[in-house]
């Protein structure tokens, strides 16, 4: 089973309702037993700081980041900014996503996507992740 230190899920934050929210969790629960250390949209919301200050506690995330969990049912600017932080760090990212969402082009062609995981019901996401992580 693959082990990781750290695992960013990123998605939508001004524009996330109740279901994002339910998302976010079961993915915390989900890859909790996959690392050390989750962090998601969750930890995001609840944090006070300025515009500046979430930028730059995303960017510090990402520099110890081992893998990116990026749920992308609904459209953000925010996680394409956290995505390509991730490309360039040479970070792998998962997609994951309610089937018939629009993923970007540039994001699936940016060479860093490690599996692209979809979902009709929220409840679906729970086990997707074993092949994923026990190979």
Do not use: C, H, W
């Not at 979902?119 to 996401?125: C, G, P, V």
């Amino acid at each position: 089973m693959n082990k990781y230190n750290n695992i960013m899920i990123t998605g939508t934050i001004t524009t996330a309702g109740e279901e994002s929210l339910k998302i976010y969790q079961i993915l915390v629960e989900e890859l909790s037993q996959y690392a050390s250390n989750i962090y998601s949209p969750i930890d995001t919301i609840k944090f006070k700081g300025s515009n500046e200050e979430m930028y730059v506690r995303a960017m510090k995330i990402l520099q110890s980041t081992d893998l990116v969990i990026a749920e992308m049912s609904s459209p953000s600017t925010g996680q394409g900014m956290e995505l390509q932080e991730a490309v360039r760090l040479n970070i792998p990212i998962i997609i994951i996503a309610k089937k018939g969402s629009k993923i970007s082009s540039t994001v699936l062609g940016s060479g860093k996507i490690k599996k692209v995981v979809s979902y009709d019901e929220k409840e679906e996401i729970k086990g997707k992740f074993e092949d994923i992580f026990n190979y």
